[in-house]
């Protein structure tokens, strides 16, 4: 749900997920749940992409993992180039864990998941409206909570929990 909630219109909604706070124990497996549930949405391979953090600013083609979105007519293109740009250029603010391909003659940017990004950084105080979705661990739930609650409110927030 998490995945699909940021490819939708390759993230350019109001409802788009800004960040996902996940327990710091559970950090490693859900990245793995997420890569799966990319592979499952985009049919795409994922493995060579853990390690995706060559310099973001190059012109590089998509990965051919990314191949079948790329020329997918089903998978939005970000509105213009200066918004592209702008996408982009959040990627260096963390760690690429799922996707990171982009292509801006196409104004093509995967969904992509970041790990380690900087909790000042623009990547997480300003509005994304693009398809990055940024980790947050956490150690206890009152430091969730803190953390949510130090940020303006949200239009939207969803909560998956195995608890009640």
Not at 110 to 133: C, Q, R, Y
Not at 143 to 155: E, G, H, M, Q, R
């Amino acid at each position: 749900r998490v995945v699909w909630a940021r490819m939708l219109n390759a993230g350019q909604t109001c409802i788009a997920p800004d960040y996902v706070l996940v327990p710091k124990s559970k950090k490693e497996k859900f990245i793995r749940a997420l890569r799966k549930a990319y592979t499952s949405l985009t049919l795409d391979d994922t493995s060579n992409l853990a390690d995706a953090t060559a310099d973001v600013y190059s012109e590089k083609q998509p990965s051919a993992s990314s191949s079948r979105l790329l020329h997918s007519p089903d998978y939005a293109r970000i509105i213009n180039r200066r918004h592209f740009d702008r996408i982009v250029g959040l990627l260096k603010y963390g760690k690429v864990v799922v996707g990171g391909a982009f292509d801006a003659k196409e104004r093509f940017i995967a969904p992509t998941v970041l790990d380690d990004v900087k909790l000042d950084s623009p990547l997480m105080t300003e509005e994304i409206f693009g398809p990055l979705l940024p980790l947050v661990p956490y150690d206890t739930l009152d430091d969730a909570i803190n953390f949510v609650n130090s940020k303006d409110k949200p239009l939207a927030m969803y909560i998956f929990s195995k608890n009640d």
